[in-house]
């Protein structure tokens, strides 16, 4: 695995999250175990990393077959350059950039990984705590479209996604730039439309089309969920004396 790291903050929300369930928080509403219900404000870390000023460090993982322009996205993003000669990857390799999105402040750091089947126990290992996930495919081979599912059941069995019904997909058509196509963008819209209606970006690495909005798009995505969830988990009230939750639970 080689990579470029700096640092900041994780969370993932393909693992287990790191906030405390309202089930875990324990002690009386009035602080000495005294009864009534109480109002429990359970803090994501991305808003922690909002009131630091702390950079927040999100996971993305670059998934697809071998060929389709994973590494070649990665490197345009992060480096600015692009190889026609690229080699192909072995197991993993990561990089990062800080971004801004929407006023926040991100650390990307971007894992690229080995698309060639032979390679597939040198990547899994590295699915988990991923908080979004590229599949990704080139829209002048077929083949690479089709095993797009694949590749999305692959990602929700080794990073052990919880709930893979709001976890953020992005899906990325490469190098179109290509004269000749093999898939359309109405056949790659009407696939993310049914397999989760995830957003569907057309990229070139070659000719640095799109790159920068599909990283920007990930992070959108990431911090709609984590909103989401913030959500959902301030909204909660836990009566102490009660085995239910009272209160909303929308996620
Ligand atoms: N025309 C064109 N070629 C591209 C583009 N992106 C990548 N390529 C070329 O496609 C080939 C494969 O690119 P890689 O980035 O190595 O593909 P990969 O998905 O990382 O492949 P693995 O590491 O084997 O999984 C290289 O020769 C690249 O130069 C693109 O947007 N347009
Ligand atoms: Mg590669």
């Known amino acids: ?12 929300l393909a693992g287990a999250c790191p906030c405390p369930s309202p089930a875990q928080v324990g002690g ?16 994501h870390p991305s808003c922690v990393a909002a009131m630091t000023g702390k950079s927040l ?23 600015n350059k692009f190889d026609s000669q690229a080699f192909h990857t072995i197991g993993v390799e990561f990089l990062n950039r800080d971004l801004e999105v929407d006023g926040r402040f991100v650390t990307l750091q971007i894992w690229d990984t080995a698309g ?7 990547r899994t290992p590295f699915y988990r705590g991923a908080d979004c996930c590229l599949l990704t495919f080139s829209v002048d081979d077929r083949q690479s479209f089709e095993n797009l599912g694949n590749w999305q059941k692959e990602f929700v069995y080794y990073a052990d996604v919880k709930d893979p ?14 004269l000749e196509r093999q898939v359309t963008t109405e056949e790659a819209q ?22 920068a909005v599909a990283f920007e798009e990930a992070v959108r995505q990431v911090l709609a969920v984590e909103e989401q ?13 009660s085995s239910s939750k009272s209160g909303s639970s929308c996620c």
């Not at 695995?1 to 993932?12: L, N």
């Not at 996971?59 to 070649?72: A, C, E, F, N, Q």
Request: glycine fraction near 18%; charged fraction near 20%; include cysteine.
């Open 165 to 178: 019904g709001h976890f953020p997909f992005v899906v990325l058509g490469n190098k179109i730039d290509k």
């Open 1 to 12: 695995m080689r990579g470029s790291e700096q640092g900041g903050e994780h969370t993932g």
């Open 116 to 122: 060639q089947e032979r390679f597939k126990s040198l």
């Open 229 to 241: 969830l913030e959500h959902c988990m301030l909204g909660n009230t836990i009566d102490l004396h």
């Open 28 to 43: 009386g509403g009035d602080g000495r175990g005294g009864g009534g219900s109480a109002v429990v404000l359970l803090v």
């Open 190 to 211: 009407a696939w993310c439309l049914e397999n989760g209606n995830y957003p569907y970006l057309e990229t070139s690495a070659k000719d640095d089309t799109n790159v």
């Open 57 to 79: 460090l999100l996971k993305v993982i670059l998934l697809g077959d071998g060929g389709v322009g994973k590494s070649s996205l990665m490197n345009r993003y992060v480096t």
